[in-house]
């Protein structure tokens, strides 16, 4: 078994794979063909439930521990916090950079947000999206993040890549090929990497090892 090899894939509910996060047991999954946030079964992708995003075009999500985040193309820059079991709106805030967010994720009690628009990854307050520290992308058009406790792992959509990353400055650790052309949303379950594809809706289970 190497890093980024397959260890299982399924269909996405919908055409539109954009995200994917783990919440120690179940995957989260939204869509913008439905506008729907989806909880999955990791094993098979099977719904569990579902209900519709705060806006159309829903983009990213991130799960904190208690609550998820989520960013849509609808209102570009704006951050949800959603309570799970339902979807409401338990706060929200514009993302003070002003650019659209590619990508989310929740670590070091921050929100990290990509921006295709900056090329740029941001680590932000979650009480009011205050920026905390910025640094460039490992290449054009990032999109998924997911924080591992010490690095964070990048799709690029440019490259059809996901890189691995320090969290100080951005230094790349290591990458590999995406499974599919167009790699997009990513989360990380403790043992294993989750991705989205966009060109096949696929969600690819992938080895770290």
């Not at 929100?111 to 992308?137: E, H, M, N, Q």
């Not at 969290?167 to 590999?176: H, K, N, V, W």
Request: hydrophobic share 40%.
């Amino acid at each position: 078994m190497a890093l980024g090899d397959i260890l299982r894939s399924f269909a996405g509910p919908a055409d539109q794979t954009n995200d994917v996060v783990f919440d120690g047991r179940s995957l989260w999954h939204c869509d913008s063909d439905t506008d729907l946030i989806y909880q999955l079964d990791p094993r098979d992708g099977t719904i569990l439930r579902f209900y519709p995003a705060p806006l159309s075009n829903p983009r990213n999500l991130a799960f904190d521990g208690r609550a998820l985040w989520l960013t849509d193309r609808t209102t570009p820059g704006t951050i949800f916090q959603l309570r799970p079991r339902d979807g409401v709106v338990l706060r929200s805030y514009l993302f003070p950079v002003g650019v659209s967010t590619s990508g989310l994720t929740w670590g070091d009690n921050a929100l990290w947000v990509s921006s295709i628009a900056t090329d740029t990854i941001y680590k932000v307050d979650p009480r009011d999206g205050t920026v905390l520290r910025s640094f460039a992308a490992p290449a054009a058009q990032p999109r998924g993040l997911a924080f591992d406790d010490r690095t964070l792992w990048v799709t690029i959509l440019a490259t059809a890549r996901i890189y691995q990353v320090t969290t100080e400055d951005g230094t790349i650790l290591q990458s590999f090929a995406s499974p599919g052309a167009t790699p997009n949303g990513i989360a990380l379950d403790g043992r294993t990497l989750w991705n989205c594809d966009l060109a096949g809706d696929i969600i690819y289970q992938l080895s770290l090892e």
